[in-house]
């Protein structure tokens, strides 16, 4: 009897791991999608992207589709200094931009924003930017000088014009209060004015999409779509005017105006609940603004660790990872930084160097390589799964501009240094995009401090151009 329980046990040992397995697949399934799940939800995208577009759908939808003012890639004839403001996260940057033709120089400097500013006053926000920009010129220099700003402002905003925008809701931790509903042109105009010691006017105000479009496009014709994968996600393209109908801008040449999806809000009408898992629900239930930009909470870099997290957390519960015993740290809610997905998806062998040095972080005392192999397998789900997510976003764009040859300019450090983030989109749009369509992924390299001077230089020439023709004119009569 005991040779025939011995045997038994054996067997039973031997299927531990497989069952194991099955029960550690069972709890991430949720995250493994179907091609049809990806095409189901890129037809939601078309959808929500003409209900932006429409004037008459536009006030109900969600995906709000601004026109950004920007209507031309530029020619290479732009030169002369500029100033550019970065301002969309927590570290913010001044930058220093000369442009000769295709020559571009830069020098920069990144200042913190401290938490207590971030969630203070609109007033001390943009007396804090105030203080650092009179910083940067006057180690430059530069405070008798008057200097052409370009001004990038990576949260939503509804455009009135190039060197106007509505701040319509904050996003990525930001909470200063008497901003939302204002023009923050105004208000960076407004702090300048009541330091009085710099001379500084706004000529442009941009998102990061169009920074990266814009940076791109410097050197690239065919760059048509801007992403930013970072701590947030959001898109911009070009669009023809006449399928603009919140458009009250000229119809002059070019008749094509860039787009400011802010596509993060995709899913703020539930129209993503299909594919939301617990991790995903739980994520957002404790996050600043519960009920909002569910597609960025699936996709950015903001929110991927904590999914990760989340899901480690439910393994070990269940006595599938780490023996069942955890730490504080990865008890915290936060505490699994998304550097830490890149990171541990770096391992390319059985050593697991990096995920091993990510658990010492974490304080996980024990910890076996088959629970290694589990947190690379959790991380790689939820990282491919944000990667496929934002390309059924980009194929939705290029299937709607329908242009043989397209580039998209990407930025942030989520696309920058995730090991397979490129590799994974490329192979999805290419499912998804109409057959003999063309396109490539490039490196958008400082798109937010670059392609603001760009479209500020673009502003200034065409306003420089516009004061001749008026002189030119004035002499004739």
């Known amino acids: 009897m005991g040779r025939e329980f011995q045997t038994v046990l054996a067997a039973l040992l031997k299927i531990l791991p497989d069952y194991e397995d099955m029960l550690v697949e069972n709890l991430v399934r949720p995250f493994i999608l179907k091609d049809e799940d990806y095409k ?16 008459e759908t536009n006030p109900t939808a ?18 002369g200094n500029f100033l550019a403001l970065d301002l969309g996260g927590t570290n913010f940057r001044v930058l220093l931009i000369n ?49 052409p700003l370009g001004f990038t402002f990576s949260f939503p905003c509804k455009q009135i014009g190039l060197n106007h925008a509505i701040l319509t809701q904050w996003t990525k931790g930001f ?76 119809y002059n040449e070019p008749k094509q105006v860039m787009i400011n999806t802010e596509w993060g809000a995709l899913g703020d009408d539930g129209c993503l609940d299909f594919v939301k898992t617990e991790y995903d629900r739980q994520v957002d239930k404790h996050s600043i603004n519960p009920g909002r930009q569910i597609y960025e909470k699936m996709i950015s870099g903001m929110y991927m660790g904590e999914i990760v ?27 699994f930084y998304t550097k830490y997905v890149s990171e541990i998806e770096s391992d390319v062998d059985d050593h697991f160097k990096n995920t091993k040095q990510v658990f010492e ?35 939705a764009l ?43 992924l490039m490196l958008s390299h400082d798109g937010s401090g670059k392609g603001a001077a760009i479209v500020t230089a673009v502003a200034n020439r065409l306003r420089e151009s516009e004061k001749e023709s008026i002189g030119e004119n004035g002499l004739e009569n």
Not at 114 to 135: N, S, V
Not at 365 to 380: F, G, M, N, P, W
């Open 398 to 440: 290029l299937n709607k501009m329908d242009r043989q040859d397209v580039t998209v300019a990407v930025d942030g450090s989520l696309y920058r240094f995730h090991p397979h983030f490129h590799d994974l989109m490329v192979e999805k749009i290419q499912q998804l995009v109409k057959p003999g369509m063309k396109f490539k």
């Open 99 to 147: 442009l000769n033709g295709q020559e571009v120089t830069m020098e920069s400097k990144i200042y913190l924003i401290p938490q207590h500013i971030m969630t203070g006053t609109g007033e001390q926000l943009f007396d804090h930017i105030a203080e650092c920009i009179h910083k940067f010129m006057s180690n430059h220099d530069l405070l008798k000088e008057k200097i």
């Open 62 to 79: 969600k995906v709000k589709m601004y026109p950004t003012y920007v209507r031309d890639v530029p020619d290479g004839s732009e030169n």
């Open 175 to 250: 909470k200063c209060e008497g901003v939302e509903g204002e023009d923050v042109v105004r208000l960076l105009h407004e702090a300048i004015k009541r330091r009085g010691d710099i001379d500084v006017e706004c000529l442009a105000v941009i998102n990061d999409t169009v920074g990266a479009l814009m940076s791109c496009a410097h050197s690239d014709r065919d760059c048509a779509i801007g992403l930013i994968l970072g701590t947030g996600t959001n898109a911009c393209y070009i669009e023809k005017l006449e399928n603009v109908g919140l458009w009250d801008g000229d």
């Open 309 to 335: 997290r989340l899901a480690l957390e439910k393994l070990r519960k269940h006595g599938l990872l780490f023996g069942g015993k955890g730490s504080e740290e990865l008890s915290t809610r936060g505490r």
């Open 361 to 395: 972080e974490l304080a996980l005392e024990k910890y076996s390589d088959e629970d290694c192999r589990i947190a690379q397998y959790v991380c790689s789900l939820v990282s491919t799964r944000a990667a496929f997510l934002a390309s059924v976003g980009v194929a």
């Open 40 to 55: 189901r939800l890129m037809d939601i995208m078309l959808g929500e992207f003409n209900k932006g577009l429409g004037k």
